[in-house]
């Protein structure tokens, strides 16, 4: 089992670049390993985030446990909040 992080490193976006950043901290800091998955390769790997997540318009930062949808900064946030991460991460 893996943590996979679709991200990119094109954007023009200053949230989806600080939110990328801090989930990225936040996996290192708890020493989650993750592989980062960067969209901005082609198209079919963006296609391939979306479908994977169910969304045909998702932007990164966008969580799998392997293939399984974890989900997106959002709901990351609400679980570092409530303290939760591993369980959402499907690594609990």
């Given at each position: 089992?893996?943590?996979?992080?679709?991200?990119?490193?094109v954007t023009a976006s200053r949230e989806v670049?600080?939110?990328?950043?801090?989930?990225?901290?936040?996996?290192?800091?708890?020493?989650?390993?993750?592989?980062l998955i960067d969209i901005s390769v082609g198209?079919?790997?963006?296609?391939?985030?979306?479908?994977?997540?169910?969304?045909?318009?998702?932007?990164?930062?966008?969580?799998?446990?392997?293939?399984?949808?974890?989900?997106?900064?959002?709901?990351?946030?609400e679980a570092v909040e409530a303290d939760t991460?591993?369980?959402?991460?499907?690594?609990?």
């Open positions: 089992m893996g943590i996979k992080l679709y991200y990119t490193t670049k600080s939110q990328q950043a801090e989930v990225m901290r936040i996996l290192e800091s708890k020493s989650i390993k993750y592989e198209g079919a790997v963006r296609d391939e985030m979306r479908s994977k997540s169910g969304n045909p318009t998702a932007i990164p930062p966008q969580i799998f446990n392997e293939d399984q949808y974890c989900g997106n900064y959002e709901m990351f946030s991460v591993e369980q959402f991460l499907k690594i609990a």
